[in-house]
């Protein structure tokens, strides 16, 4: 079992929509939340922190975590073809020398 | 957020040869650089965590004698991917670690396509 999971995709939404992204993790030691967006052929940027449990909201993103579930998503309100990436979730622990355990990204397309 | 710059951007090289590929911190000092290796519609895998002034530290299953690291300022790491094999064929991106965040904060640079012929 992967220790984070995350569906591939491809994910294909109209604009306008709102988007649903989700991570599933393993390891209850994971205390901080990420979300990247990577373009094409491009490093990933990162678009949201979080490191408790509960929403975070910045634009027209928010992140959340869920804990207990071992669960995080991100949504993405008012979708636009500039939105059409990969998004990868990632999470660390404080103490974990910072390195990152990803998802696998779900690739995501926004139609006109 | 910090700037990170990777050259080249793509190169492409015969089996046997070898690549290096630089990662540059524009815009302040990195402690710690990671290296990641990315194949197509797959997640990020960190290879090694490398640290200026000292040997870098690899993952479980990276050929350190193959993927030599050296981190020799506080704004520049090289990876050289040593007699490269198109199994070696992947895109390979490097992060900076942001001195000072409260958290694990990365800061990726855009990345280094690799094709062995």
Known sequence: QKEVEQDPGPLSVPEGAIVSL?????????????????YSRKGPELLMYT?????????RFTAQVDKSSKYISLFIRDSQPSDSATYLCAMTFRGGGNKLTFGTGTQLKVEL | GAVVSQHPSWVICK???????????LDFQATTMFWYRQFPKQSLMLMATSNEGSKATYEQGVEKDKFLINHASLTLSTLTV????????????????????????????????????
């Open chain 1, 22 to 38: 989700n991570c599933t993790y393993s390891n209850s030691a994971f205390q901080y939340f990420m979300w990247y967006r990577q």
């Open chain 1, 51 to 59: 490191y408790s449990s509960g929403n975070k909201e910045d634009g």
């Open chain 2, 15 to 25: 089996s046997g040869t070898s690549v290096k590929i630089e990662c540059r911190s």
């Open chain 2, 82 to 117: 040593t007699s490269a094999h198109p199994e070696d064929s992947s895109f390979y991106i490097c992060s900076v670690d942001l001195l000072g965040s409260s958290y694990n904060e990365q800061f990726f640079g855009p990345g280094t396509r690799l094709t062995v012929l």
